[in-house]
């Protein structure tokens, strides 16, 4: 079972910020949380991860509570193509068997004109 | 560079054929993964690979599935006599060994089985 859990859905409008909550209560000390989002009939794409601070990319910025039980990917002009399902994972750091991504269902974004 | 690349990208089997999926990792990425996903899921695991040594099955659903990965590149996803139920996307992903750790997927191959 997946150890995050998300909105089923939400909107925003172009040009506007795409805030994504995700809640992880029962994540590990060793745990990092990774986004992923898929667009239509494409694979899974990284798009940023952390561990306690916020992180920033070209992509998106990444917000996680002190107490690291929940977080919120944050996209600041969304676009039309910004479009996907939006997975939050919690996996440890590195690779190895344990870095098997275990998905949810995510949260699907519509960015409307 | 070039990603990771499946073939073949659609594939219609009759119930009780086998198929064969093919995984073209990145280059000198030593983990490669193997998910399932049905219409409207998430994707879930089927199996790792670290080189050519089969680390975890543990998500394989029968024994009708097999992967191999015998020079520790390229692998191949097997279903004996297939049915039904799978039917879905096969996404396989190889890990890089260093920076973010992430997982870089193919497009999928999409199984119909008819």
């Known amino acids: 079972d997946a150890k995050t859990t998300q909105p089923t859905s939400m909107d925003c409008a172009e040009g506007r910020a795409a805030n994504l909550p995700c809640n992880h209560s029962t994540i590990s000390g060793n745990e990092y949380v990774y986004w992923y989002r898929q667009i239509h009939s494409q694979g899974p794409q990284y798009i940023i991860h952390g561990l306690k601070n916020n992180e920033t990319n070209e992509m998106a910025s990444l917000i996680i509570t002190e107490d690291r039980k929940s977080s919120t990917l944050i996209l600041p002009h969304a676009t039309l193509r910004d479009t996907a399902v939006y997975y939050c994972?919690?996996?440890?750091f590195g690779t190895g068997a344990n870095s098997k991504l275990t998905f949810g269902k995510g949260i699907t974004l519509s960015v409307r004109p | 560079g070039a990603g990771v690349s499946q073939s073949p990208r659609y594939k219609v089997a009759k119930r009780g054929q086998d198929v064969a999926l093919r995984c073209d990792p990145i280059s000198g990425h030593v983990s490669l993964f193997w998910y399932q996903q049905a219409l409207g899921q998430g994707p879930e695991f089927l199996t790792y690979?670290?080189?050519?040594?089969?680390?975890?099955k543990s998500g394989l659903p029968s024994d009708r599935f097999f992967a191999e990965r015998p020079e520790g590149s390229v692998s191949t996803l097997k279903i004996q006599r297939t049915q039904q139920e799978d039917s879905a996307v096969y996404l396989c992903a190889s890990l890089s060994s260093g920076g973010t750790y992430e997982q870089y997927f193919g497009p999928g191959t999409r199984l119909t089985v008819t």
């Open positions: 994972i919690v996996r440890p």
């Open positions: 690979f670290q080189n050519e040594a089969q680390l975890d």
